[in-house]
C-alpha cells in the first residue's frame, strides 16, 4: 500500500477541468512543502508537471496548477486536452525511514 | 543534448548482484543530486536511493535498505546503483532521475529529467 493515496482514476470531456486528490499526513504532505507532480504516458519516463506544491517547471503549460490543504495535495488540469490522458502521480518528501514516497497513481481517462 | 541514459539491466537470478550506470550528458553533472526511481511492471512509481550533488550523502528506501548502494564518480558523469542480494520483488524498470542543483534537504524538491529507464528481471 501507497503511503500517499490518490484515486485509481478520474475522467472528464475535452475542455473541462478536473482535479486529482493526494492525500498524507502531517508527516509527509501536510509538514512540508516538497509535493510534486508526475505525469506519465504508457512505456514513457515520467515528466515533471509541478513541485515545491504548485510551482511549475518551464515549458510546462499553465493549464496544470497544483495546491495544498491540509493534508492533501491536488493537481488541477483546466481545459483537458486528449494528450493530458496518462497516469499521474504525486510525491511528497516525508519524515520516515524512507524519506520520499510516491502516490499509487491515477489514470486519467480524456472521454 | 541534455540526457540520462541508464544501462546495465538484464535476468539476474534471487540472491546475485547487478550494478546499473546512469550516463549523463549535456549539464553539469557534478551540481546535482541524482536519484534513482523504480517501477515494477504495471505498478506505480517507488523511490529508491539519493545521492548528493557531492556523493556526502545517501538515504535509502527502507526495500533497499542494506542491499543495494548508489554512487557516483562526477569525473566521468555517472551514477551507479550497486544491487545485491537480489529479489523477485526488486524487479522492475529502473529510472535515474535529476534533483535541483546543489540540494541538501531540498533534494527531494521534483526531478526534473529522468533517463528512460532499465528493466532488471529477478528470475530463476
Known amino acids: 500500500q501507497s503511503a500517499l493515496t490518490q484515486p485509481a482514476s478520474v475522467s472528464g470531456s475535452p475542455g473541462q477541468s478536473i482535479t486529482i486528490s493526494c492525500t498524507g499526513t502531517s508527516s509527509d504532505v501536510g509538514g512540508y512543502n516538497y509535493v510534486s507532480w508526475y505525469q506519465q504516458h504508457p512505456g514513457k519516463a515520467p515528466k515533471l508537471m509541478i513541485y515545491?506544491?504548485?510551482n511549475r517547471p518551464s515549458g510546462v503549460s499553465n493549464r496544470f496548477s497544483g495546491s495544498k490543504s491540509g493534508n492533501t495535495a491536488s493537481l488541477t488540469i483546466s481545459g483537458l486536452q486528449a494528450e493530458d490522458e496518462a497516469d499521474y502521480y504525486c510525491s511528497s518528501y516525508t519524515s520516515s525511514s524512507t524519506p520520499l514516497v510516491f502516490g499509487g497513481g491515477t489514470k486519467l481517462t480524456v472521454l | 543534448q541534455v540526457q540520462l541514459v541508464e544501462s546495465g539491466g538484464g535476468v539476474v537470478q534471487p540472491g546475485r548482484s547487478l550494478r546499473l550506470s546512469c550516463a549523463a550528458s549535456g549539464f553539469t553533472f557534478s551540481s546535482y543530486g541524482m536519484h534513482w526511481v523504480r517501477q515494477a511492471p504495471g505498478k506505480g512509481l517507488e523511490w529508491v536511493a539519493v545521492i548528493w550533488y557531492d556523493g556526502s550523502n545517501k538515504y535509502y528506501a527502507d526495500s533497499v535498505k542494506g542491499r543495494f548502494t548508489i554512487s557516483r564518480d562526477n569525473s566521468k558523469n555517472t551514477l551507479y546503483l550497486q544491487m545485491n542480494s537480489l529479489r523477485a520483488e526488486d524487479t522492475a524498470v529502473y529510472y535515474c532521475a535529476r534533483g535541483p542543483p546543489y540540494c541538501g534537504g531540498d533534494c527531494y524538491s521534483g526531478f526534473d529529467l529522468w533517463g528512460r529507464g532499465t528493466l532488471v528481471t529477478v528470475s530463476s
Open positions: 515545491d506544491v504548485s
